[in-house]
């Protein structure tokens, strides 16, 4: 089990930049897989990265490019590095942790991201 605390959200004109963190109740060295999704009103939750135990990463399309995921192991925190942000970037980001042979899916409870035209 984890509990995952999300920070770093806000309101940032189009065009900047911010970063979110994640920070686990525990190790994430042997987490399975580290994420963030994010979920706009009346739209489903949707992935935007992934990063692996072993390092690989993988981006939603709409995201490539401007967007990286890290993950520093010794701080148990995954971030999400966010530039050239968009208004359609406007929504709750929530960390996710893949955890065990079940894979057992974790959620942080959000963090707020406005993007203003």
């Known amino acids: 089990q984890v509990q995952l605390v999300e920070s770093g959200g806000g309101l940032v004109q189009a065009g900047g930049s911010l970063r979110l963190s994640c920070a686990a109740s525990?190790?994430?060295?042997?987490?399975?897989?580290m994420g963030w999704y994010r979920q706009a009103p009346g739209k489903q939750r949707d992935l935007v990265a992934v990063?692996?135990?072993?390092?690989?990463?993988n981006y939603a399309d709409s995201v490539k490019g401007r967007f990286t995921i890290s993950r520093d192991n010794a701080k148990n925190t995954v971030f999400l590095q966010m530039n050239s942000l968009k208004p359609e970037d406007t929504a709750v980001y929530y960390c996710?942790?893949?955890?065990?042979?079940?894979?057992?899916?974790?959620w942080g409870q959000g963090t707020q991201v406005t993007v203003s035209s």
């Open positions: 996710n942790a893949d955890i065990g042979l079940h894979r057992t899916n974790y």
């Open positions: 525990r190790s994430i060295f042997s987490i399975n897989a």
């Open positions: 990063i692996t135990r072993g390092g690989s990463t």
